[in-house]
T-cell receptor
């Protein structure tokens, strides 16, 4: 198993450019999520999905879009990049209570994408 | 809604000394609590988790944490620090059957000779 993979590892954008951060998992996990990590602020939830076709907003969704057309993939789109979106982005996945019949399931994290917006 | 507070953004200990990283939580329903570790330029890795089976939870690399409901705490400890423990540590909480995690702001552990 590759686990959770993210591409690219690094990206530099100019203000106003758009891009998609890719996330894929091969563990058949229903739950997938995107976080951003900023110094002194921990990880903040951007968007999450509990299954294909179902997405919802997290704590800091503005400026980001997501879709979930398959169980495996959960891309994050920046429509018009801003310097405030300079951050490290992590994707994570886990089973859900619905499938595992247990709660408190471990989330598995990807290696992250370091994004700089100039 | 749930939240996590980690006291101390930086903790420094000598090699061989006790490690104590503090975490307090707030949750309106019984919580599930996690400690994750992040080594430089890497993703997060689960150290241990509390899922109501036992209040003292043992994790990887000699770490353990104790769930104290009366104090709403889930502090992380290790009897003897090693240089390889230098990393950032995050406490997180989920509530009920929801999968969403809420993270604390993290504690950077420095281990000195």
């Amino acid at each position: 198993n590759a686990g959770v993979t993210q591409t690219p590892k690094f990206q530099v954008l100019k203000t106003g450019q758009s891009m998609t951060l890719q996330c894929a998992q091969d563990m058949n996990h229903e739950y997938m999520s995107w976080y951003r990590q900023d110094p002194g602020m921990g990880l903040r939830l951007i968007h999450y999905s509990v299954g294909a076709g179902i997405t919802d907003q997290g704590e800091v969704p503005n400026g980001y879009n997501v879709s979930r057309s398959t169980t495996e993939d959960f891309p994050l789109r920046l429509l018009s990049a801003a310097p405030s979106q300079t951050s490290v982005y992590f994707c994570a996945s886990s089973t859900t209570f619905r499938t595992s019949r247990s709660a408190g399931n471990e989330q598995f994290f990807g290696p992250g994408t370091r994004l700089t917006v100039l | 809604a749930q939240s996590v507070t980690q006291l101390g953004s930086h903790v420094s200990v000598s090699e061989g000394a006790l490690v104590l990283l503090r975490c307090n939580y707030s949750s309106s329903v019984p919580p599930y609590l996690f400690w994750y570790v992040q080594y430089p330029n890497q993703g997060l890795q689960l150290l241990l988790k509390y899922t109501s089976a036992a209040t003292l939870v043992k994790g990887i690399n000699g770490f353990e944490a104790e769930f104290k409901k009366s104090e709403t705490s889930f502090h992380l400890t290790k009897p003897s620090a090693h240089m390889s423990d230098a990393a950032e540590y995050f406490c997180a909480v989920s509530a009920g059957t929801a999968s969403k995690l809420t993270f604390g702001t993290g504690t950077r552990l420095q281990v000195t000779l």
